[in-house]
Nanobody
Framework: VQLQAFGGGLVQAGGSLTLSCAAS????????MGWFRQAPGKEREFVVT????????IYADSVKGRFTISRDNAKNTVYLQMNSLKPEDTAVYYC????????????????WGQGTLVTVSS
């Protein structure tokens, strides 16, 4: 599967942004999807993951209550709605896919998008 993330940009603190990740192929529903982020000089960090059906999610504590993941298997797309953004949310956001189990580790995903930059100004 090939992934393409988009929707990043510059937003003020407290604002909102929605990221999208479009997947190629007709088997999107077979993949667990995840979002990770990487700030300059830091390691890639787990944000959220969603099950194949979209019924189960796991969020990082740092984004719980502010970010919402959803997926539309008919459109081969996963979304990340980000509200109440903070400067510390500034990072390149990556979507990832895997045919295995939901994971909070980057090593748990075989396929990655190219990343989209989110910058939150204070």
């Amino acid at each position: 599967v090939q992934l393409q993330a988009f929707g990043g940009g510059l937003v003020q603190a407290g604002g909102s942004l929605t990221l999208s990740c479009a997947a190629s192929g007709r088997t999107f529903s077979m993949y667990v999807m995840g979002w990770f982020r990487q700030a300059p000089g830091k390691e890639r960090e787990f944000v959220v993951t969603v099950s194949r059906s979209g019924s189960r999610t796991i969020y990082a504590d740092s984004v719980k209550g502010r970010f919402t993941i959803s997926r539309d298997n008919a459109k081969n797309t996963v979304y990340l709605q980000m509200n109440s953004l903070k400067p510390e949310d500034t990072a390149v956001y990556y979507c990832a896919a895997d045919q295995g189990f939901m994971s909070v580790l980057p090593s748990g995903y075989d396929y990655w998008g190219q990343g989209t930059l989110v910058t939150v100004s204070s």
